[in-house]
């Protein structure tokens, strides 16, 4: 394997779904400014995800639509007919 391949500043991140509040922690070298006290007591970095394994339709098998900001009103709001 080459050297220097990969990144060398891996840290533990915790991920958040915002549809259903689910949350784990795992490593990640993304960046951002928001952290959140984790249950071991430590405070991590904060990554806000849209859909996970928890809320997409493929692995929860439930066909559910998923509207986290307002998509749909806006879409029917702008081609309404007048």
Known sequence: MK???HPANYRYVVFKDMSNGYSFL???TAATKETVKWEDGNEYPLIKLEISNTSHPFFTGKNVLVD???RIDKFKKK???K
Do not use: C, N
């Open 3 to 5: 050297k220097d391949l």
């Open 68 to 70: 986290t900001a307002g």
């Open 79 to 81: 081609y309404a007919k």
């Open 26 to 28: 795992s490593r990640s």
